[in-house]
Nanobody, 130 residues
Framework: QVHLVESGGGSVQAGGSLRLSCAAS????????LAWFRQAPGKEREGVAS??????MALLVDSVKGRFTISHSPNKVYLQMDSLKPEDTATYYC?????????????????????????WGQGTQVIVSS
């Protein structure tokens, strides 16, 4: 019943910015997290950022901290990407419905693991050239 659609990808030179958007419908699990993952050609999918909507709290991985920002508005989750680097080139995916781990108080704890997310968008491609 949950449906996710990403948009906002494109090509940009190193140092530039892009804002990705994820439109979510049918999502009612307020205690669970939504997240952004990315996958470069020949590499495994990796987590980028997650957000706990109920508390407006977020988690970003070290490689993007200080450059990316995850935020939300009603029915949408955004990923603002500044100071882009060629290594950010990948297909970016929106994911939803990660619950808190056993013994955790929020869905942000325990890292960004793809198997913990039940719903996925189709992806949007980001290409950063040098």
């Amino acid at each position: 019943q949950v449906h996710l659609v990403e948009s906002g990808g494109g090509s940009v030179q190193a140092g530039g910015s892009l804002r990705l958007s994820c439109a979510a419908s049918g999502y009612t699990y307020s205690r669970n997290c939504l997240a952004w993952f990315r996958q470069a050609p020949g590499k495994e999918r990796e987590g980028v950022a997650s957000i706990y909507l109920r508390a407006n709290m977020a988690l970003l991985v070290d490689s993007v901290k200080g450059r990316f920002t995850i935020s939300h508005s009603p029915n949408k989750v955004y990923l603002q990407m500044d100071s882009l680097k060629p290594e950010d080139t990948a297909t970016y995916y929106c994911a939803a419905d990660r619950p808190p781990q056993l013994g955790s108080t929020t869905c942000l704890q325990g890292g960004l693991n793809s198997y913990e997310y039940n719903y996925w968008g189709q992806g949007t491609q980001v290409i950063v050239s040098s």
